[in-house]
T-cell receptor, first 118, second 109 residues
Framework: DAMVIQNPRYQVTQFGKPVTLSCSQTLNHNVMYWYQQKSSQAPKLLFHYYDKDFNNEADTPDNFQSRRPNTSFCFLDIRSPGLGDAAMYLC?????????????????FGPGTRLLVL | GNSVTQMEGPVTLSEEAFLTINCTYTATGYPSLFWYVQYPGEGLQLLLKATKADDKGSNKGFEATYRKETTSFHLEKGSVQVSDSAVYFCAFHTDKLIFGTGTRLQVFP
């Protein structure tokens, strides 16, 4: 089945120690998104890629960075995690709706990686 | 600005009860509307969607109708099950997904 895969499902890191979360997809979608979701809140978009074109949300801290080496993979790097960065991180994909119209903008989410910062 | 307003939870129901979760939106134009469901410890799953006025999205017994005149997209199910216990997010798409705050549904046997 085509899907969005996130590994690991749970990640523990230490305060200030860099951590990388991974996302891969078999849907061949050219748009990939990273969201942060804190307890009992809606997901908050951090950034997204149209192919290799990176788009950062204005309020995403500099501590968060991303890499997309190819269509299938996307990484979220947290350079110096603080206690406030403990959250669920969700990866999502979609087709490029800009050219194809409203039928293409459905986002498909992975299961998430829960990050714990000690 | 763009926003989604959902009824606050938790919504607590007995099995086989009727469910309504209200959702209204403020947006420019007529965006596609979505309901996503999040089971405990999981990511979001698309439950249903509607792309234009008067469209009805449906899946797994859930339904929602795109009401342009009231800017609403209320989620309904005729008979809930314990397995429907989850958090439900209403959302619409402009240049990105705009989510509501989520409504937790708890269904008891």
């Amino acid at each position: 089945d085509a899907m969005v895969i996130q590994n690991p499902r749970y990640q523990v890191t230490q305060f200030g120690k860099p951590v990388t979360l991974s996302c891969s997809q078999t849907l061949n979608h050219n748009v990939m998104y990273w969201y942060q979701q804190k307890s009992s809140q809606a997901p908050k978009l951090l950034f997204h890629y149209y192919d290799k074109d990176f788009n950062n949300e204005a309020d995403t801290p500099d501590n968060f960075q991303s890499r997309r080496p190819n269509t299938s993979f996307c990484f979220l790097d947290i350079r110096s995690p603080g206690l406030g960065d403990a959250a669920m991180y969700l990866c999502a994909t979609s087709r490029d709706w800009r050219a194809s119209g409203t039928s293409q903008e459905t986002q498909y989410f992975g299961p998430g990686t829960r990050l714990l910062v000690l | 600005g763009n926003s989604v307003t959902q009824m606050e939870g938790p919504v607590t129901l007995s099995e086989e009860a009727f469910l309504t979760i209200n959702c209204t939106y403020t947006a420019t134009g007529y965006p596609s509307l979505f309901w996503y469901v999040q089971y405990p410890g999981e990511g979001l799953q698309l439950l249903l969607k509607a792309t234009k006025a008067d469209d009805k999205g449906s899946n797994k017994g859930f339904e929602a109708t795109y009401r342009k005149e009231t800017t609403s997209f209320h989620l309904e199910k005729g008979s809930v099950q314990v397995s429907d216990s989850a958090v439900y997010f209403c959302a619409f798409h402009t240049d990105k997904l705009i989510f509501g705050t989520g409504t937790r549904l708890q269904v008891f046997p």
